[in-house]
């Protein structure tokens, strides 16, 4: 009892929760949002230009996109978010003063397009010849074929997949304290682990681990919807039954006496 009691204060302690949880409201999630958001942007288009690439006839292309995406997936994100934020400092120093932001934003959108390079290519891979081939048998240059049609089809397939990589992301965003932050620059992370330092309780680093959760739990659930409707799209609803996926049969025409007998139709 004495140890879960510890491991309770040490962890658990309301008190330090409550007075980290409004830095982590206004200046940690505002923070980690921006750091991913923008990697995933800029890295979600540097991937799409590396996934053509990997899968493009000449060696030219094939060859440099090959080596860059070994290169940064197998480096450790620490690693290259230290070499991008201290070799280009001088450089960064120079055009937008010492704001550490620009650099961890670029060392992750380089981490992140090395992924997502290797989703949207596997994902077109996945895609039927055959699709190529009609679009090319209608008239379609293989540039437009790759952007209407190609790349739309594996990028749907590869959501699940690209979702997953986006979160690993919002966690990666936790290393850009590395570079040194002030105090308006914190993420949830260096947020609980200041207050960590300064209390010696834990309690408000787990607090910043919830955060990480509430920003990451709902987008697995939101792209499960999202690829449910992708790959079954909407139930139809029947108006006159209102039950789904029951198609309405057409209402009977009554025919009076009256009416003329159709064209065709026997005489008696």
Request: proline share 6%; charged share 15%.
């Amino acid at each position: 009892m004495d140890q879960l009691g510890t491991l309770a204060e040490t962890f658990f302690n309301w008190g330090s929760m409550r007075s980290a949880i409004s830095d982590l409201l206004t200046t940690g999630v505002p923070n980690t949002l921006i750091l991913s958001v923008t990697s995933a942007i800029i890295g979600t288009v540097l991937g799409l230009l590396l996934a053509v690439a990997g899968i493009a006839r000449t060696r030219w292309l094939r060859w440099p996109a090959r080596v860059y995406t070994d290169v940064f997936r197998g480096l450790p994100a620490v690693v290259t978010i230290l070499l991008v934020g201290v070799g280009l400092a001088p450089q960064g120093m120079q055009i937008w003063g010492p704001d550490p932001y620009p650099l961890g934003i670029l060392a992750l959108s380089l981490i992140a397009a090395a992924y997502f390079g290797e989703i949207f290519r596997s994902g077109i891979q996945s895609v039927e010849a055959g699709q190529l081939e009609a679009a090319r048998a209608l008239g379609f240059s293989y540039a437009s074929a790759m952007r209407l049609i190609i790349l739309p089809l594996g990028v749907r397939r590869v959501l699940p997949a690209w979702v997953n990589q986006l979160i690993a992301l919002i966690k990666d965003s936790s290393l850009i304290y590395f570079l040194g932050l002030t105090a308006g620059q914190r993420d949830l992370f260096r947020i609980g682990q200041d207050s960590a330092a300064t209390t010696g309780n834990e309690s408000a680093l787990v607090l910043a681990g919830l955060f990480y959760l509430v920003l990451t739990v709902p987008l697995t659930h939101l792209v499960n919807i999202v690829d449910r409707r992708l790959r079954h799209g909407r139930k139809v609803v029947d108006q006159g039954s209102g039950t789904p996926d029951s198609p309405s049969a057409p209402a009977p025409v009554p025919v009076t006496a009256s009416d003329p007998a159709p064209e065709g139709a026997a005489r008696a």
